[in-house]
């Protein structure tokens, strides 16, 4: 074939496929950042409403309580709309949604208005994940890396978003602190609302990549290792979540001449002059920087699927937790700060390799609810973390036990992932060989 008759016929569908995957890559990766911007806004807001509404703390947060509930609960549904209705229909959905919900929070006049704005925000905050992944696997012809972008999005977004709060409330009061974000997603709704009227973002019913459909026995026997270590691994990253925070103060406090918690930061000049507020903001810095360090994982975990590893490299990162949690237990000072990167580098690694192996082993048709299930999974488990921590610290010994226990967990998880099958978990081939992300 000539080159001028290949360059007519095939570049401009190549062109507009690379310019529309951008497209759908930036609305999903700027609606993972803005996602963890927006639920997180209240949890930093809420210590300016206690004297603004004169109500205590744990009065008050208390009304995220249907919001975070409606966030699994709603996933599953959500995902399964977006199978039948479109992944960009239901994201322009998402993003008017939450953003609707944010402004209603700011002109909230009770706690029982901004309870219900809450949980509106948890109701259409229940859109993203399961359809912002299936939109992007269905259009990535590279899923790890897309996958790895997105969820570094996520991170980042998670890592801003008390200090957009903070910022805003301290420049403009607690009420624009919710309109202004929840405006800003009002406005990327609406704009890709305008992309897929104009026919610049379209659904489609196929994946990007070729790639065999798993027969029924491997996508039950799939599923069903899945459901365990996915829920047993929520259970594991909400423990240690919840727990971090406390474990350093603890232990970089240790070996202090006053023997208070923190107080070797103040000695290394990281906490100022030791009052409360100085203490916790450096150890919030700290937990902020362990995130971070840690979630640049995600673009090693989806290189690593993209060339065909996601199951070895899912079940190698279970190993490497366990070994990791096992050598946490017996750490104290300084040495934490690496651990806690070390093992927040363990999870981050797994999250997109996760991600191509569910949609390795689901139907391009009901990847939204498969994604959907996975959301409400982790959450439906999450809060047995948090009891496990409360079961297990002890203010003499600390967090030993609670390492041993998640440790234990962690080997029940890389015993089940074992029995993962093969044959999806390959890399799946593109169509052609563009070199698009």
């Known amino acids: 074939m000539p080159a001028e008759q290949f360059q007519e016929e095939h570049f401009p569908e190549r062109h507009f496929r690379e310019g529309h995957f951008r497209l759908v890559l930036a609305f999903a990766a700027f609606g993972h950042a803005w996602f963890h911007v927006l639920v997180a806004l209240f949890l930093t807001l809420v210590l300016v409403l206690e004297p603004a509404w004169e109500r205590p703390y744990d009065d008050l947060i208390g009304l995220w309580t249907a919001g975070a509930f409606l966030l699994g609960l709603a996933a599953p549904a959500a995902g399964w709309l977006s199978d039948r209705w479109g992944e960009a229909r239901m994201m322009a959905v998402y993003f008017l949604g939450i953003g609707l919900a944010a402004i209603l929070c700011g002109l909230s006049g009770s706690p029982q208005q901004l309870a219900g704005a809450l949980a509106l ?106 459901a365990v270590t996915m829920s047993l691994t929520s259970v594991v990253y909400v423990a240690f979540t919840t727990m971090l925070p406390k474990w350093f103060e603890r232990e970089l406090g240790a070996g202090s001449g006053d023997g208070q918690p923190g107080s070797s930061l103040v000695e290394n000049g990281m906490l100022g002059d030791g009052l409360l507020e100085e203490r916790l903001l450096g150890i919030g810095a700290m937990v902020t920087l362990v995130y971070l360090l840690g979630a640049t994982a995600q673009l090693f975990g989806g290189h690593l699927a993209d060339r065909g590893l996601a199951r070895p490299v899912y079940i190698a990162s279970y190993g490497f937790k366990l070994a990791v949690l096992l050598a946490a237990a017996a750490l104290g000072g300084w040495p934490v700060v690496i651990a806690a990167a070390v093992i927040l580098f363990a999870f981050d690694i797994a999250a997109p390799v996760e991600s191509v192996l569910i949609a390795g082993f689901t139907a391009s048709r009901r990847r939204g609810l498969a994604y959907g299930l996975r ?13 496990l921590v409360a079961w297990t610290f002890d203010e003499a010994a600390g967090f030993a036990t609670l390492f041993l226990a998640l440790a234990g967990i962690v080997g029940i998880v890389l015993l089940c992932a074992g029995f993962l099958p093969h044959s999806a978990a390959r890399q799946h081939t593109p169509k052609e060989a563009a070199r698009t992300i």
């Not at 990549?209 to 029924?216: D, L, S, Y």
């Not at 959301?375 to 973390?385: E, K, V």
């Open 121 to 226: 925000m948890g109701l259409f905050g229940a859109i993203y994940h399961p359809v912002g992944t299936a939109w992007i696997t269905k259009h990535a012809q590279r899923r790890g890396r897309a996958l790895a972008l997105l969820g570094l999005a996520g991170s980042i977004g998670a890592a801003i978003a008390s200090l957009i709060a903070a910022l805003l409330a301290l420049a403009l009061g607690w009420r624009l602190a919710f309109i202004l974000p929840g405006a800003v997603s009002v406005a990327a709704g609406l704009a890709l609302a305008a992309l897929v009227a104009g026919g610049r973002i379209v659904d489609t019913a196929d994946d990007a990549v070729a790639g065999g459909e798993p027969g029924r026995p491997e996508r039950r026997r799939a599923f069903a290792v899945l």
């Open 375 to 387: 959301n409400g999974i982790a959450i439906a488990a999450g809060p047995l973390g948090v009891q």
